[in-house]
């Protein structure tokens, strides 16, 4: 005789709606806590240097500022350096996002692009040829070299017709280029070389509101252009044909996404120099956890960004005291080696 056994419990998996809201919801929650951990690493920004000063006294220097040498610190040096770093980091993390995204290329960086050489370029001209001796003068010549060489590159790609295959290509070209003039114009003019050099480093040490204030529209304006077009890059990453099918403009999202890298990095390597592997570390870090979705890679880049920029600079404050370690020098030690592990890591998972 046959008994029929008890039904069994069965659980049911969770409808497929709430399996994207969860995910929406997460990434969410990754995001304010994102903010959390930059608004700690601006105030430590503020308060950590090479000279130590009481928590009190930065307090005192933020709010009171009655002109003891610790309000000094606090006002005039530390308080413009943490909100360059900021700006500088938020703009070069974005920038490389969307480059990763425009040229279908996760190891892609504004430099990739000859944003970096032109305006290193410009700098170069600005103090060989025009006395330029200020970082006020460098800003306005390396964004005007890098918008230069931005708008070449994009007429050498075929406007129309470009491509990220053509527009990597003329970008690697006209690096090539431009490298060799700085160092003949460097080789020939020694004074050019001595007042290059710190700037080619990478550094946010002369810092000024002054500089703060003229790269804060560019940044501004390339932070917008670039979150705009953050649904029509997601298209383009299965291809132009299918970008067009489902809509998109591909043309004019690739010149807008140009005009954004221009504005950003052009406008971050003018105030602090030519910093390497923000923009290609963070992005290739975030998206191991956002996904390929641009409209969360973009705004987690600019918060995440600004966090190891500020980050490093702190670290280079304090391991040499009294001493400082610009911050182009402690993010390219740091990002090198972080860089190889991740992407060994993601060699490894692939096996």
């Not at 503020?46 to 500022?65: E, R, S, T, Y």
């Not at 918008?147 to 527009?167: C, E």
């Not at 705009?228 to 997601?234: C, D, E, F, I, K």
């Not at 950003?264 to 975030?286: E, N, R, Y």
Request: charged residues 10%.
């Amino acid at each position: 005789m046959l008994v029929d056994s008890p039904p069994q419990p069965q659980t049911q998996p969770p409808p497929a709606d709430t399996v994207p809201a969860r995910r929406q919801a997460m990434r969410a929650a990754g995001l304010l806590v994102s903010v959390g951990v930059l608004l700690l690493v601006v105030v430590a920004s503020i308060a950590i240097g090479a000279k130590q000063i009481p928590v009190g006294d930065v307090w005192h220097g933020l709010f009171g500022n009655t002109g003891t040498d610790n309000d000094v610190v606090i006002r005039d040096l530390r308080l413009p350096r943490t909100l360059l770093g900021l700006l500088a980091g938020a703009a070069l993390g974005l920038a490389g996002a969307v480059m990763q995204a425009l040229t279908r290329n996760p190891l892609a960086d504004p430099g990739l692009l000859g944003i970096n050489a032109g305006a290193s370029a410009a700098v170069v001209s600005a103090i060989s040829f025009f006395g330029v001796t200020s970082l006020t003068g460098y800003v306005w010549f390396a964004f005007a070299g890098a918008a230069a060489v931005m708008v070449l590159v994009y007429a050498l790609g075929g406007v129309r017709a470009a491509t990220p295959v053509r527009l990597a290509l003329a970008g690697t070209a006209a690096t090539a280029a431009l490298y060799g003039y700085i160092n003949a114009v460097q080789i020939m003019d020694t004074a050019a070389l001595d007042k290059m050099r710190f700037w080619t480093v990478g550094s946010l040490a002369s810092a000024s509101m002054g500089t703060v204030r003229q790269v804060l529209p560019f940044i501004a304006v390339g932070i917008v252009l670039a979150l705009v077009v953050a649904r029509p890059l997601n298209a383009m990453g299965m291809g132009d044909d299918t970008a067009r099918a489902l809509g998109a403009h591909v043309n004019r999202t690739r010149a807008v996404a140009m005009l954004a890298v221009t504005l950003l990095c052009g406008a971050a390597t003018a105030a602090c120099g030519p910093i390497v592997f923000v923009g290609l570390m963070v992005p290739h870090i975030v998206r191991s956890f956002t996904g390929p979705d641009q409209r969360w890679i973009l705004p987690y880049a600019t918060i995440l960004s600004p966090v190891l920029l500020l980050g490093a600079d702190v670290i280079g404050r304090v391991v040499t005291r009294p001493a400082e370690l610009q911050v182009g020098i402690v993010t390219a030690l740091i990002g090198g080696p972080l860089f190889i592990f991740l992407v060994r890591r993601r060699r490894m998972a692939q096996l």
